[in-house]
């Protein structure tokens, strides 16, 4: 039984445990969008718990949980941001979150039905401070009010409303708005690029892909991976063909949903190495591609043996 098995155990054993199964899944959906780390929202949330068990009278204490614990989950998640260990300005090359994946056993999955938040609006967040980003989640993401975010972030309404004007405006000069592409548009991106991948051959995608593209990749300093953005189709496409060469697509490429969208992931020797995501304009072009081989971050990939979703 691991750590984190043992604390949920405890919490299901205390008065909190009713609270704790209505809550627990969009606290971590909360934490997720805050760190961009699945696993450190799970921590965040069960830690959040645990450490109320530790005072005795804790359970009456608090007059209105679910407020209190926002609160707590927002300003662990700001303190793991700031953390040296999670800054983005010493990691090696580009930071991408964690992804999100679907198995066909899944399909109740919450994070990615009822609070499904796709792939690049994750990648738009790091784009923000961490108070934009706190009072983005917050206020469009959860619906929260402007009271409760200026107590949450202790400070005032005008504030808290200024930080998401910020945040709107930084997303709009950067062209970071996300658009919505049809989910059939998307899932033919993911059959051409599975179809280039076995023919060893990408130049055919080109007319999907807009002339000022970017391949963003996240090795982690763990894998071999682009430290820098690759810019325009051309260098992509030059890009996967000559990795392609080098045999490092080889293995099993599947589709597979990714926080809700469809993306693929590469397995070899049975273990998931690569994830692709894909992000489009209102044109229906990909603008963005999403490589990431970080091992850390595809600890939640599911097993090859598994029943993808399709």
Excluded at 125 to 149: C, G, K, N, T
Excluded at 238 to 267: H, Q
Excluded at 297 to 303: C, F, R, T, V
Aim: hydrophobic share 40%.
């Amino acid at each position: 039984m691991t750590d984190r098995s043992k604390g949920d155990d405890r919490i299901m054993s205390s008065p909190w445990e009713n609270f704790y199964r209505e809550h627990k899944s969009s606290l971590i959906a909360m934490a997720y969008r805050l760190t961009g780390s699945w696993a450190e929202a799970e921590d965040i949330v069960q830690e959040t718990f645990t450490s109320l068990l530790e005072t005795p009278a804790a359970f009456e204490q608090v007059r209105n949980p679910l407020p209190y614990f926002r609160q707590a989950v927002v300003n662990r998640s700001l303190n793991v941001l700031k953390s040296p260990r999670f800054s983005r300005e010493t990691y090696p090359g580009t930071w991408l979150p964690e992804p999100l994946f679907q198995t066909a056993t899944e399909t109740d999955h919450s994070v990615l039905h009822e609070e499904q938040v796709s792939y690049a609006f994750m990648v738009m967040l790091e784009q923000l401070s961490p108070e934009e980003r706190a009072v983005m989640v917050l206020r469009e993401s959860f619906a929260v009010d402007y009271q409760e975010i200026a107590a949450i972030l202790d400070k005032s309404e005008a504030a808290c409303r200024k930080l998401l004007s910020r945040a709107r405006n930084k997303l709009a000069r950067s062209g970071l708005e996300e658009t919505k592409v049809p989910g059939d548009r998307v899932s033919a991106w993911v059959q051409a690029f599975l179809q280039a991948s076995r023919q060893g051959e990408f130049t055919p995608l080109l007319a999907m892909i807009r002339e000022d593209a970017v391949l963003w990749s996240d090795g982690g300093g763990k894998v071999r991976s682009a430290l820098r953005p690759i810019f325009t189709r051309e260098r992509i496409m030059a890009f996967w063909n000559g990795i392609t060469r080098k045999g490092s697509m080889a293995g099993e490429l599947v589709p597979v949903r990714l926080n809700g969208d469809w993306g693929l992931l590469l397995y070899q020797q049975g273990r998931p190495v690569k994830a692709i995501a894909f992000e489009g304009d209102a044109q229906g072009q990909i603008r963005n591609m999403y490589l990431v081989t970080n091992p850390d971050k595809l600890a939640m990939a599911p097993p090859l043996s598994l029943p993808l979703t399709h």
